[in-house]
């Protein structure tokens, strides 16, 4: 049977990244397996992704992740470079601009002090300035909103994940193309892997970061993870109008939108009682017309002449208890480390999830960023930390 140091399950940006981190340490110095089923990565989360980084979270440490993937991002030559070529993600740092009513200001002042505190450069602006500065939003129902100025944008998601894929393996970390049928335990321990074709590997570590294929993996190895994949459509639209310096934007009804090429992406999530777990990828048409375009209509001029020239849906592995993400060790096994229900905001928080799981491979503990309060012991005793930033 081969046997490997660290084996990861999933090899799209939160694996990669800790393929990444993990072969890129110092003092690591053993073989590294990435098991990804799909190297085409069509319908991962990844590669669906509307591949945006904010720093406009409530839970601090969604805000120090994604200021850390900021900075990865920044200086990714220095960190990604293969054969003195420095990959090209596409980065466009404009910014998230979150909409409020009189209703939502309250918690938008409340999220705006812990993101100053933190050290985000994100500004509250009142409707007249809000007017001024994007003259062709419509402000009228509105009571403030906060504007990111530096480390907020959009990136190709692809682009990213296969950069430090690369990385990873020209640093000695293997990929290979094989389903995880289950995982091996014996006690306190996994033992290995069974691949669908019946092939066995060992680990010393392994790291799930299957996405919402992870709870499937989990429960194989008899631990019950509370995340479920939500079905979340994304529209490209265009139209006539124009919105010169156009952030992401995040409307009080939850509908965003950001722009894309020469028109503009835009989604919103369904209805609490209708998101029910999915598993196919039919884009819901009915939430544009009916959610979507009448909020948009309303928001910006010239928005009622929307078309949409096409659309596609993803799965977000959602965390139940509090969208936010579980990781690290499960109190009942030693070296089996997850890394999932990032609810939509994985791709951002990649870089510091890879560098915090390959810390606790390493050093069995959190040595750059504590990450702690995100692990099992909250939902182990059912005690959210939630993220009421969630779009
Ligand atoms: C529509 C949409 C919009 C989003 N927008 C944003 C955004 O703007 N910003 C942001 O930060 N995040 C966003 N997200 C969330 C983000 O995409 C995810 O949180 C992140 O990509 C998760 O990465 P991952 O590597 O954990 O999972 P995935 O990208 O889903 O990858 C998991 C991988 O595991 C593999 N796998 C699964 N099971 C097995 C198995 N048994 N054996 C072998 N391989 C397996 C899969 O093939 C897959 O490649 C969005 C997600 C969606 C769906």
Redesign the pocket.
């Known amino acids: 049977m081969d046997r490997y140091e660290v084996v990861i399950?999933?090899?799209?940006?939160?694996?990669?990244a800790a393929a990444y981190f993990l072969a890129a340490h110092p003092q690591f110095a053993g073989e590294l397996l990435v098991?990804?089923?799909?190297f085409s990565?069509q319908?991962?989360?990844?590669?669906?992704?509307?591949?945006?980084?904010r720093h406009q979270f409530s839970t601090p440490e969604n805000i120090r992740m994604s200021m850390f993937g900021t900075e990865f991002i920044a200086r990714l030559g220095e960190h990604l470079t293969v054969d003195g070529q420095a990959p090209d993600v596409g980065w466009h740092e404009a910014g998230y601009l979150f909409l409020a009513t009189q209703a939502g200001l309250p918690q938008l002042q409340a999220n705006h002090r812990t993101q100053r505190e933190l050290g985000a450069q994100v500004q509250l602006l009142d409707p007249d300035p809000l007017r001024q500065r994007f003259p062709w939003l419509r402000c009228d129902d509105l009571a403030g909103a906060s504007l990111g100025h530096r480390g907020e944008g959009?990136l190709d998601?692809y682009a990213l994940?296969m950069a430090l894929r690369r990385k990873a393996t020209s640093l000695g970390a293997q990929y290979r193309q094989?389903?995880?049928?289950q995982l091996l335990r014996s006690g306190r321990q996994v033992q290995g892997v069974v691949l669908d074709d019946g092939t066995h590997i060992g680990c010393g570590t392994l790291i799930n970061?299957?996405?919402?294929?992870?709870t499937?993996?989990a429960h194989s190895a008899g631990i019950e993870l509370p995340v479920q994949p939500r079905k979340?459509?994304?529209f490209h639209v265009r139209s006539p109008a124009l919105t010169p310096g156009c952030p992401l934007v995040i409307d009080p009804s939850g509908v965003y939108f950001r722009p894309e090429g020469t028109g503009w992406l835009c989604?919103v999530a369904p209805p609490e009682g209708q998101d029910p777990p999915c598993e196919d990828f039919e884009v819901q048409h009915a939430l544009f017309d009916e959610r979507i375009w009448p909020v948009l209509a309303a928001r910006v001029d010239g928005f009622e002449a929307l078309r949409v020239m096409r659309a596609w849906?993803?799965?977000?592995?959602v965390n139940l208890l509090d969208h936010n993400m579980i990781l690290g060790a499960h109190p009942d096994i030693d070296n089996l480390l997850f890394?999932?229900g990032?609810?939509?905001?994985?791709?951002?928080?990649?870089p510091a999830v890879g560098r915090a799981l390959s810390e606790l491979v390493v050093h069995g503990v959190y040595r750059s960023l504590d990450l702690s309060r995100l692990g099992w012991a909250r939902v182990l005793r059912q005690e959210p930390l939630r993220e009421i930033n969630v779009?």
């Open positions: 399950v999933g090899g799209a940006a939160v694996g990669s098991l990804e089923q799909d990565y319908r991962c989360a990844t590669t669906l992704s509307v591949a945006s980084v959009w998601a994940m094989a389903r995880v049928a970061a299957a996405g919402s294929g992870a499937a993996l979340r459509c994304v989604g849906a993803g799965h977000y592995d890394a999932n990032f609810s939509g905001h994985g791709l951002q928080h990649a779009v």
